[in-house]
Antibody, heavy 118, light 109 residues
Framework: EVQLVESGGGLVQPGGSLRLSCEAS????????MSWVRQAPGKGLEWVAN????????NYVASVKGRFTISRDNAKKSLYLQMNSLRVEDTAKYYC???????????WGQGTTVTVSS | QSALTQPPSASGSPGQSVTISCTGT?????????VSWYQQYPGKAPKLLIY???KRPSGVPDRFSGSKSGNTASLTVSGLQAEDEADYYC?????????FGTGTKVTVL
């Protein structure tokens, strides 16, 4: 079964750090671009970052540039999001997603929740 | 990068059609044929319905169709069913980044 499972969410104070993980199974992880997408409580979806198969290209939404770093380990079939200098407005459920069709995210995890609060 | 503009809500009776618009700019929707659409139920992960403006992944009913004209993309749901009641989001490539729409809640009357 094709599956993505996120972990690493939790409660953190403003200015703190957190590392999210996403473990893939059921498909050739190394063949796909991967993305992080977030959704604040009661709000819409926001694309956060994506990464090419060989890590040679990484892109970020402006609001997280310089604070978040996307990475992957193809041997471990895992995607990561290192989040530093967290702000209250980063509070959201974070989803990892596979780009399995051109410019479309066809497989999604169940999400992991990040709460930034003092 | 500003969110793409969608109507907050849309509705229709079972069997009718509903069309959701998604308006961007020449830097995103209008500049590329790289618009996708997602369906999301409350508390669930999004599901891909359409990619590259009008292509359907396997398993998505042909009741769902996409199109684009200029800076506006559209999703049409034909033959509305009760299970189509959900939130819908458009999503566009914007040159090394991506942007989602504001979302539309579809209600089946």
């Amino acid at each position: 079964e094709v599956q993505l499972v996120e972990s690493g969410g939790g409660l953190v104070q403003p200015g703190g750090s957190l590392r999210l993980s996403c473990e893939a199974s059921g498909f050739t992880f190394s063949s796909h671009w991967m993305s992080w997408v977030r959704q604040a409580p009661g709000k819409g979806l926001e694309w956060v970052a994506n990464i090419k198969q060989d890590e040679s290209e990484k892109n970020y939404v402006a609001s997280v540039k310089g604070r978040f770093t996307i990475s992957r380990d193809n041997a471990k079939k895992s995607l990561y999001l290192q989040m530093n200098s967290l702000r209250v407005e980063d509070t959201a459920k974070y989803y990892c997603a596979r780009e399995g069709v051109p410019y479309g995210r066809d497989v999604w995890g169940q999400g992991t929740t990040v709460t930034v609060s003092s | 990068q500003s969110a793409l503009t969608q109507p907050p809500s849309a509705s229709g009776s079972p069997g009718q059609s509903v069309t959701i618009s998604c308006t961007g700019t020449s830097s995103d929707v209008g500049g590329y044929n790289r618009v996708s659409w997602y369906q999301q139920y409350p508390g669930k992960a999004p599901k891909l319905l359409i990619y590259e403006v009008s292509k359907r992944p396997s398993g998505v009913p042909d009741r769902f169709s996409g199109s684009k004209s200029g800076n506006t993309a559209s999703l049409t749901v034909s033959g509305l069913q009760a299970e189509d009641e959900a939130d819908y989001y458009c999503h566009s490539y914007a040159g090394s980044s991506y942007v989602f729409g504001t979302g539309t809640k579809v209600t089946v009357l």
